[in-house]
């Protein structure tokens, strides 16, 4: 038998595992309980377009779903898109009671607890909320503010280098933490990085297995912010190992510095789908994002190394006085081989 709570928990967990492979949808994970509060299904939603976290949990349950009740960490949903409604398939599977640790925010799906309400279904609401919706926090960020959810990731030396004074930069970290970035991206829909990355290093931006270079099935689209068109030709960004993107100024639109427009670009990427994009360098790009407040969270990558000259990790951010310096959350700190990986999230006003 299991608690009500020790469900959501084990929902959430669920949840996690479709990170990476649902956009644009949530990632969302369901357990399903009988009266004696017995687990007689679980479920997540694995993929855009496969069947939701519910759905899998009552196929799972059948019959013993009956009475029984759904433990969620999304709102069920209340439309018919590529999959019908799961508000309604948990009223037809007979379920008494839905426990919901997050409200659905879109317009489209919401409305599910208030059908399951005029079903007489018992609905509770807010249960681990905090925790569900960090784990969904990607998603979440993306639809409130109409653009993906953007991660600044970026390897340093103690000092804050990002390159040496001849331009080598390859490699500042340990391999666990080059290891632990290749598992970052295997969540993200895109990596961006500036012409300036691919000129200095080019690198292939993949999702692979390190020791083997064997590549992952599914591959973020790769966005190279290249105002001119400069990418040459050979660059490993265009091999056929993944989707790639040369966003030039004339595709996407010009800023007011008459390079890519960033806000317009990440407009396009949330049309197209993406909801989660992980910005990884260099200096110059990254500035440009912070300096128009479009990244949300930063991941650094810091090894004790000291370089003294070279490239800072961040140039060009809009900041000319301590009073205005960019604040960040602290959320997360651990060491990964020999390095540290901080993980700090920006402090915005809710658009
Ligand atoms: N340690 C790390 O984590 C890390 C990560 C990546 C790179 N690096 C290092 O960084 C160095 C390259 O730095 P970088 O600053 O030249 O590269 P970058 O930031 O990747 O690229 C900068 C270029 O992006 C283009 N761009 C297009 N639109 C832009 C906009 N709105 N705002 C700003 N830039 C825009 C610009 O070229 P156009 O005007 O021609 O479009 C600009 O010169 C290399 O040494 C590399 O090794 C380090």
Avoid at 17 to 40: M, Y
Wanted: net charge neutral; hydrophobic share 45%.
């Amino acid at each position: 038998m299991v608690t009500e709570d020790e469900a959501m928990r084990r929902a959430i967990a669920l949840a996690a595992r479709g990170l990476g492979t649902t956009s644009p949808n949530p990632v969302v994970g369901c357990l399903l309980l009988d009266a004696e509060g017995e687990v007689v299904g679980e479920g997540f939603h694995a993929y855009a377009g496969g069947p939701h976290a519910e759905i899998v949990a009552l196929a799972q349950a059948g019959e013993l779903a009956r009475g029984g009740t759904a433990v969620v960490t999304l709102e069920p949903c209340n439309h018919t898109g590529r999959t019908g409604p799961c508000a309604q398939a948990l009223i037809n599977a007979g379920i008494r009671r839905v426990v919901i640790a997050v409200d659905d925010p879109t317009p489209v799906a919401a409305g599910g607890a208030a059908t399951l309400r005029a079903a007489g279904v018992q609905v509770e609401t807010g249960v681990r909320r905090r925790q569900a919706e960090q784990g969904n926090i990607a998603w979440l960020t993306a639809v409130r503010r109409g653009r993906p959810y953007v991660t600044w990731k970026f390897a340093a030396t103690l000092d804050g280098r990002s390159a040496a004074a001849d331009g080598t930069s390859q490699w500042i970290t340990s391999a666990p933490a080059r290891t632990d970035v290749h598992t970052l991206r295997s969540t993200v829909d895109a990596i961006i990085v500036g012409v300036g990355t691919v000129l200095a290093d080019d690198p292939q931006l993949t999702v692979r297995d390190l020791r083997d270079g064997t590549l992952a099935i599914k591959q973020p689209l790769r966005v190279v912010v290249d105002s001119s068109g400069r990418t040459p030709e050979k660059a490993r960004v265009r091999d056929a190992a993944a989707p790639t993107w040369i966003a030039t100024a004339a595709a996407v639109g010009t800023g007011p510095d008459g390079r890519v427009d960033l806000a317009a670009l990440l407009t396009e990427l949330y049309a197209r789908g993406m909801r989660y994009v992980l910005l990884e360098g260099g200096p110059t790009l990254a500035g440009a994002f912070l300096s128009a407040r479009l990244v949300d969270n930063v991941i650094g990558y810091v090894a004790p190394k000291l370089l003294g000259d070279g490239r800072p990790a961040l140039v060009g951010a809009g900041v000319t006085t301590i009073a205005d310096a960019i604040e960040l959350d602290l959320t997360d700190f651990s060491r990964i081989g020999d390095d540290l990986r901080f993980t700090a999230s920006l402090r915005q006003k809710e658009s």
